[in-house]
């Protein structure tokens, strides 16, 4: 199970990128999109995410949409509005991403946390 965490850079373009997609979860541009929106290479994106936040672009939109979806189904939406909400043409497809991130699907992980811990707090605040 990955340790669920959203850093922040204080690169003005990361942050920009990172804004946009905490604005737009579902936007499916790719690294090399983004990149070029945010007026990067994708070499250079790639390296100052390394370098700044210690994971790679995929690794960082992937924790987001676990955050974000942990927040919502914490609200009672469900799987399939999450998953459409978050981009994804699936709830399955959206199950299988949460349980690589997570290490088991949504609906486990929820009742084995409200059994015994608290959930991680909200994503970020830019």
Do not use: C
Request: without cysteine.
């Amino acid at each position: 199970m990955e340790n669920l965490h959203l850093p922040v850079s204080q690169d003005a373009r990361i942050r920009q990128l990172m804004e946009q997609m905490l604005a737009e979860p579902a936007n499916k541009r790719t690294q090399a999109q983004w990149a070029q929106h945010i007026g990067m290479s994708t070499r250079s994106l790639s390296r100052t995410l390394q370098q700044q936040l210690g994971m790679s672009f995929g690794h960082w939109r992937r924790q987001l949409h676990v955050m974000l979806a942990l927040q919502r189904l914490t609200q009672g939406v469900s799987v399939q509005s999450v998953a459409l909400d978050l981009g994804y043409e699936s709830a399955s497809g959206f199950v299988t991403m949460f349980r690589k991130a997570v290490g088991k699907p949504p609906a486990r992980y929820l009742a084995e946390k409200a059994a015994g811990g608290p959930l991680p707090s909200a994503p970020i605040a830019m």
